[in-house]
């Protein structure tokens, strides 16, 4: 190696995993856009800043309306990284703009898109939300400005994105997205830890990643060194004595 190539700075790189959705549409695509738009107008927040890879492997190349899929998605908001299940010199299909493709991936399931709104409660203190009842499996609650509070539990199924903190005051079953807007000092706490999905800034770990001996028990989660930690909340209580 030339001393010219030693003395260039060494260029680093990091790791950062992402979850993606993956919509499959259904022949009788007419049909399927119908109950999308529906699902939209049930949630409408769903779709928001999230990934979503496009699965086409169920429609054929004759599918009516195919040509119109994908930018009928992109109208809506929806956020296309990635196409496969179809061939890009399809007559129907070869005229979109195709993002690059990504290879891999692990499928952790399917998806409960929310049925109807959480409504948005009116006491804000700050930017902070503050939820007084439980969140419902399938129900997404979001707060783009600041932490969220909620005085009860989070439901499986159930997702809760901030761009602060989370707090929940009773078991969180569901996903807890915190730092949504780039804020790696966001923490979750929870006082009953059972969750499915934890992610802060980008970073996420599954139900799997845990330590089991944290079930149930009152934890935080937070972000060290681009990894996200679980430990146990420990509350400390100064005693004051008056003599």
């Known amino acids: 190696m030339s001393d010219e190539l030693r003395s260039l700075p060494k260029i680093r790189a990091r790791g950062r995993s992402f979850l993606a959705l993956v919509l499959s549409p259904e022949p009788g695509l007419s049909d399927w856009m119908a109950g999308l738009d529906a699902q939209i107008a049930r949630s409408a927040a769903f779709f928001a800043s999230k990934p979503v890879i ?21 109208e809506r908001g929806i956020r296309i990284i990635a196409i496969e299940g179809a061939d890009p010199a399809t007559p129907a299909i070869s005229h979109w703009q195709w993002p690059a493709g990504l290879d ?28 007084e009842q439980p969140i419902r499996s399938g129900q997404t609650i979001m707060n783009p400005d600041g932490d969220i509070i909620i005085i009860g539990s989070v439901g499986s199924g159930a997702e809760v994105t901030a761009a602060g903190s989370i707090h929940v005051y009773g ?50 989660a937070m972000l060290n060194n681009d990894t996200i930690v679980v430990q146990p909340l420990t509350l400390r209580m100064a005693v004051i004595q008056r003599r």
Not at 182 to 209: K, N, S
Request: proline share 9%; hydrophobic share 40%; glycine share 12%.
């Open 171 to 220: 078991t969180l079953r569901g996903r807890a997205i915190a730092g949504m807007n780039g804020q790696p000092e966001a923490r979750i706490f929870a006082h009953d830890m059972r969750a499915e999905l934890l992610a802060i800034d980008g970073y996420y770990m599954t139900a799997e990643d845990i330590d089991p001996r944290l079930s149930g028990s009152p934890s935080q």
């Open 104 to 131: 891999g991936g692990r499928a952790s399931g399917a998806v409960t898109i929310p049925e109807d709104h959480v409504p948005v409660p009116e006491r804000i203190q700050g930017s902070s939300l503050i939820f």
């Open 54 to 74: 496009l699965d086409l492997s169920l429609l054929g190349p004759d599918e009516p309306g195919l040509g119109k899929l994908y930018p009928a998605l992109l």
